[in-house]
């Protein structure tokens, strides 16, 4: 790639999404018309073993239109009072919106709205995907956060949108004994009376889904990463942490693969000895991937959740049926890891997977088109790592490394679609791939393996 073609991929990635909002195929009822988010402030009073938690969320947006009236999402709370420009507004709670009539109509541009609520830590509402994610309650009484597909609005009402990437900023005051830690890095911690106030705040945006707060008794491990990266992580008191201090190991083979150098501020792993969801081991929260704390020995799988941190966390996805592109990246390097380190050969494993995407094909399940909500992590963490691995026979190891570090050039601290990496593909790939890799990413049947004609 030239000088000119980097600067324009670079000025293209920061540029601001399309204020123009489609709504989900697969999630619909997330997210909301008429603004984008640019910042969320969140702060907490916690009590110990309470089911309820006081929070205000101050979210700083752009307008593109007027606001008569604009909607948040907001589910298993009770909502106080809302703010918009400092100026009282009407607002009503319908199912999982709450819809805010300012009193003054913000124009074009940047407004702020601040609500004062109080989440309740046990609440359930349905979900398409899996209604057992979001509020994880901690043996000890704290809690911890895991809010993906749709689960981020039961923590704080937001614009609860894939696309809608914000800074965060988290202001938390727990009593003597408790810390909390959050995505970010730790910008001021206060003692008066009894109780700490931990601020943290993050240097990149990030999609609601990856929020991460927690509160519980931590032990806090901290450290050096490649090229000095601050490293910070959190367990349960007394856990085992000889794992967690592998993580400059791990990061550092990820750079080498990927080859380019972990995105963010900080890097870290929280663990938490509170219940998972169903669809999900573990989860990626940005700068902050959260496991129990028995995961933490499984290399493999803290491997994959930092690699989400590059793919799904930075380079993100536009639609939650561009959920392969993150799951793709993360399972093919883990399997890579795992290959390295004792494991099952490379070629062995995308054997079974390669075979297991002719039996979701035939059931009409593709990668990049799973057809229901319920389906789009198991395509994307089985399916996912096949299309890159035949992109990768396909092309030899030189252009698929080119590939790789294009397209998280391209959209890092943004949002991809399949189009787009399509598209990228071709820039740099060395030859016209839009067809091999439609056939891969929307074919209803497995085609050919590249370099594998007895599979």
Same mark, same amino acid.
């Given at each position: 790639?030239?000088?000119?073609?980097?600067?324009?991929?670079?000025?293209?990635?920061?540029?601001?999404?399309?204020?123009?909002?489609?709504?989900?195929?697969?999630?619909?009822?997330?997210?909301?018309?008429?603004?984008?988010?640019?910042?969320?402030?969140?702060?907490?009073?916690?009590?110990?073993?309470?089911?309820?938690?006081?929070? +205000? !969320?101050?979210?700083?947006? /752009?307008?593109?239109?007027? %606001? @008569?009236?604009?909607?948040? *999402?907001?589910?298993? $709370?009770?909502?106080?009072?809302?703010?918009?420009?400092?100026?009282?507004?009407?607002?009503?709670?319908?199912?999982?919106?709450?819809?805010?009539?300012?009193?003054?109509?913000?124009?074009?541009?940047?407004?702020?709205?601040?609500?004062?609520?109080?989440?309740?830590?046990?609440?359930?509402?349905?979900?398409?995907?899996?209604?057992?994610?979001?509020?994880?309650?901690?043996?000890?009484?704290?809690?911890?956060?895991?809010?993906?597909?749709?689960?981020?609005?039961?923590?704080?009402?937001?614009?609860?949108?894939?696309?809608?990437?914000?800074?965060?900023?988290?202001?938390?005051?727990?009593?003597?004994?408790?810390?909390?830690?959050?995505?970010?890095?730790?910008?001021?911690?206060?003692?008066?009376?009894?109780?700490?106030?931990?601020?943290?705040? +993050? !240097?990149?945006?990030?999609? /609601?889904?990856?929020?991460? %707060? @927690?509160?519980?008794?931590? *032990?806090?491990?901290? $450290?050096?990463?490649?090229?000095?990266?601050?490293?910070?992580?959190?367990?349960?008191?007394?856990?085992?942490?000889?794992?967690?201090?592998?993580?400059?190991?791990?990061?550092?083979?990820?750079?080498?693969?990927?080859?380019?150098?972990?995105?963010?501020?900080?890097?870290?792993?929280?663990?938490?000895?509170?219940?998972?969801?169903?669809?999900?081991?573990?989860?990626?929260?940005?700068?902050?991937?959260?496991?129990?704390?028995?995961?933490?020995?499984?290399?493999?799988?803290?491997?994959?959740?930092?690699?989400?941190?590059?793919?799904?966390?930075?380079?993100?996805?536009?639609?939650?049926?561009?959920?392969?592109?993150?799951?793709?990246?993360?399972?093919?390097?883990?399997?890579?890891?795992?290959?390295?380190?004792?494991?099952?050969?490379?070629?062995?494993?995308?054997?079974?997977?390669?075979?297991?995407?002719?039996? @979701?094909?035939?059931?009409?399940?593709?990668?990049?088109?799973?057809?229901?909500?319920?389906?789009?992590?198991?395509?994307?963490?089985?399916?996912?790592?096949?299309?890159?691995?035949?992109?990768?026979?396909?092309?030899?190891?030189?252009?698929?490394?080119?590939?790789?570090?294009?397209?998280?050039?391209?959209?890092?601290?943004?949002?991809?679609?399949?189009?787009?990496?399509?598209?990228?593909?071709?820039?740099?790939?060395?030859?016209?791939?839009?067809?091999?890799?439609?056939?891969?990413?929307?074919?209803?049947?497995?085609?050919?393996?590249?370099?594998?004609?007895?599979?």
């Amino acid at each position: 790639m030239d000088f000119l073609s980097i600067a324009m991929a670079a000025i293209m990635a920061l540029s601001p999404a399309s204020p123009e909002r489609t709504p989900d195929r697969l999630l619909p009822e997330l997210g909301n018309d008429g603004y984008r988010a640019s910042a969320y402030d969140l702060s907490y009073d916690f009590t110990p073993k309470s089911r309820e938690l006081d929070g +205000t !969320a101050t979210m700083t947006g /752009t307008a593109y239109k007027t %606001l @008569a009236t604009f909607g948040m *999402d907001f589910a298993g $709370g009770t909502v106080r009072s809302v703010s918009v420009d400092g100026r009282p507004a009407r607002f009503q709670v319908k199912g999982q919106k709450l819809v805010v009539t300012p009193s003054r109509k913000p124009r074009r541009g940047a407004f702020q709205v601040t609500v004062r609520y109080t989440a309740d830590r046990e609440a359930k509402v349905p979900s398409q995907v899996d209604d057992t994610a979001g509020w994880s309650n901690s043996k000890d009484g704290g809690f911890s956060w895991w809010g993906q597909p749709d689960r981020a609005h039961l923590f704080f009402p937001c614009n609860d949108d894939l696309t809608d990437k914000a800074t965060f900023t988290y202001r938390v005051t727990v009593p003597d004994g408790w810390t909390a830690v959050a995505n970010g890095t730790l910008a001021a911690r206060q003692s008066t009376a009894g109780h700490t106030t931990f601020v943290y705040s +993050t !240097a990149h945006p990030m999609a /609601t889904q990856l929020a991460q %707060l @927690a509160v519980g008794r931590f *032990d806090i491990v901290t $450290g050096r990463g490649p090229h000095g990266l601050p490293l910070r992580s959190a367990v349960p008191t007394g856990s085992d942490t000889s794992t967690v201090k592998r993580l400059p190991e791990y990061l550092t083979w990820l750079e080498n693969k990927i080859g380019r150098r972990y995105p963010f501020e900080v890097a870290g792993v929280l663990g938490v000895d509170g219940p998972t969801p169903e669809q999900t081991f573990a989860l990626e929260t940005q700068t902050l991937p959260v496991f129990p704390v028995s995961g933490l020995t499984d290399s493999t799988e803290v491997v994959h959740e930092l690699a989400h941190q590059w793919f799904g966390d930075s380079a993100g996805v536009k639609t939650w049926s561009d959920i392969w592109l993150s799951e793709a990246f993360a399972t093919y390097l883990d399997h890579m890891w795992n290959a390295e380190h004792g494991g099952e050969p490379l070629d062995k494993v995308m054997h079974q997977a390669y075979d297991g995407d002719k039996k @979701a094909r035939a059931a009409g399940i593709r990668p990049a088109n799973p057809g229901k909500a319920e389906a789009m992590f198991a395509v994307g963490r089985g399916a996912g790592p096949v299309v890159l691995y035949a992109l990768h026979q396909k092309v030899g190891d030189a252009r698929y490394q080119r590939i790789v570090q294009a397209y998280f050039d391209r959209y890092r601290d943004g949002s991809a679609s399949s189009a787009g990496f399509v598209a990228v593909a071709n820039n740099v790939g060395g030859q016209d791939l839009t067809t091999f890799l439609n056939d891969w990413l929307y074919g209803a049947k497995t085609p050919p393996m590249p370099g594998h004609p007895d599979w």
